[in-house]
């Protein structure tokens, strides 16, 4: 049966982290399609420095390129609706009827997971796979995933690489050069289009 790695997050921008996640995920458990899917995020929630959808989508593409079987989907960014993970995995087991589905995610998400709308619907349509994104936290995450549903949730026991879109934009903000945290077409990409700069002149 095919296996599908569904990466939902904001992107702003998508970074080494992100990518470590996927490939640490792709060596233990191994599946056939990633399919990245960058969050709409309505207007009246947008922080100053979210970038718009089109340009989150483009630098996925970029760093998608890299990587093996690996796709982005617009998905999330065209529907009208709130981008709840529920429906987009109704939505994407529609899609793929054959197919199984496995949410990937950072320690952040699986830890706060309880609180996703509808969350224990979601465990029904996708296994979990989780990757801590500080040390230490596997002791933590071990607990999490066996209270909220044994057997569904993977914890991958790789070593973390901490890195955050926050953290990207902040150096960018300051002046600082984050081309060491990104793939070198994303730096590229936000370079040329001078995004997360304060002073756009
Ligand atoms: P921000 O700093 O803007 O909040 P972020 O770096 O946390 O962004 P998101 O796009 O919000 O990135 O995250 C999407 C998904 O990727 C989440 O499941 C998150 O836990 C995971 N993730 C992000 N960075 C890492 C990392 N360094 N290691 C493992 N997982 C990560």
Same mark, same amino acid.
Do not use: C
């Given at each position: 049966?095919?296996?599908?790695?569904?990466?939902?997050?904001?992107? !702003?921008? &998508?970074?080494?982290?992100?990518?470590?996640?996927?490939? %640490?995920?792709?060596? @233990?458990?191994?599946?056939? /399609?990633?399919?990245?899917?960058?969050?709409?995020?309505?207007?009246? %929630?947008?922080?100053?420095?979210?970038?718009?959808? @089109?340009?989150?989508?483009?630098?996925?593409?970029?760093?998608?390129?890299?990587?093996? !079987? @690996?796709?982005?989907?617009?998905?999330?960014?065209?529907? %009208?609706?709130?981008?709840?993970?529920?429906?987009?995995?109704?939505?994407?087991?529609?899609?793929?009827? %054959?197919?199984?589905?496995?949410?990937?995610?950072?320690?952040?998400?699986?830890?706060?997971? *309880?609180?996703?709308? /509808?969350?224990?619907?979601?465990?029904?349509?996708? $296994?979990?796979? &989780?990757?801590?994104?500080?040390?230490?936290?596997?002791? $933590?995450?071990?607990?999490?995933?066996?209270?909220?549903?044994?057997? =569904?949730?993977?914890?991958?026991?790789?070593?973390?690489?901490? &890195?955050?879109?926050?953290?990207? =934009? /902040?150096?960018?903000?300051?002046?600082?050069?984050?081309?060491?945290?990104?793939?070198?077409? &994303?730096? *590229?990409?936000? @370079?040329? !289009?001078?995004?997360?700069?304060? *002073?756009?002149?």
């Amino acid at each position: 049966m095919e296996q599908i790695a569904i990466y939902g997050g904001t992107f !702003n921008p &998508v970074h080494l982290g992100h990518l470590h996640l996927a490939a %640490k995920v792709q060596a @233990a458990l191994g599946f056939d /399609r990633l399919l990245f899917i960058p969050a709409r995020i309505p207007p009246h %929630k947008a922080a100053e420095d979210l970038a718009p959808g @089109a340009a989150r989508l483009e630098m996925l593409q970029l760093a998608a390129a890299e990587i093996p !079987n @690996a796709q982005v989907s617009d998905i999330e960014l065209k529907s %009208k609706g709130k981008s709840y993970t529920i429906y987009t995995l109704e939505k994407l087991a529609v899609l793929f009827p %054959k197919s199984q589905l496995t949410l990937l995610m950072g320690s952040d998400m699986l830890l706060t997971f *309880d609180q996703w709308f /509808r969350w224990r619907d979601i465990l029904k349509l996708a $296994a979990l796979a &989780v990757l801590a994104r500080e040390a230490d936290e596997l002791p $933590a995450l071990r607990r999490k995933a066996a209270a909220l549903a044994p057997g =569904r949730v993977t914890v991958i026991p790789a070593e973390p690489l901490p &890195v955050s879109s926050t953290q990207i =934009r /902040r150096m960018i903000q300051g002046g600082g050069d984050p081309s060491a945290l990104l793939p070198p077409s &994303v730096a *590229d990409y936000i @370079a040329a !289009n001078k995004l997360y700069k304060k *002073d756009k002149q």
